[in-house]
Nanobody, 126 residues
Framework: QVQLVESGGGSVQAGGSLRLSCAAS???????MAWFRQAPGKEREGIAG???????TYTDSVKGRFTISKDNAKNTLYLQMNILKPEDTAMYYC?????????????????????WGQGTQVTVSS
């Protein structure tokens, strides 16, 4: 098991930016990781994934605005979020699984992950 702690959430106006961080208790180079989000009244959705073997993927609604990156030297996963919209308002979660070789579609399925953080809230006002 790996412990995951998200940070960087907050309130921002539409068009603004935030960078989320997910600090892991173990070497992230051994893990595939992803960001998920859950808005009130909606199901949790995968938005950006980073496979252990280097594949990255994004859900359509964030492509071109969000960038996922991983710094294995710091054991940290990041999500740079630009041009934020009110519909990006949600609780954002980091997830990890000690496995690799996932294709893009599989990376955004929450069922493959067995380690989750507590979440960080992002609120975007219009």
């Amino acid at each position: 098991q790996v412990q995951l702690v998200e940070s960087g959430g907050g309130s921002v106006q539409a068009g603004g930016s935030l960078r989320l961080s997910c600090a892991a208790s173990k070497y992230t180079g051994s893990y595939s990781m992803a960001w998920f989000r859950q808005a009130p009244g909606k199901e949790r959705e995968g938005i950006a994934g980073f496979d252990r073997d280097g594949v990255t993927t994004y859900t359509d609604s964030v492509k071109g605005r969000f960038t996922i990156s991983k710094d294995n030297a710091k054991n940290t996963l990041y999500l740079q979020m630009n041009i934020l919209k009110p519909e990006d308002t949600a609780m954002y979660y980091c997830a990890a699984v000690r496995a690799g070789g996932h294709d893009a579609g599989r990376l955004l399925r929450e069922t493959i992950y067995n380690n989750w953080g507590q979440g960080t809230q992002v609120t975007v006002s219009s």
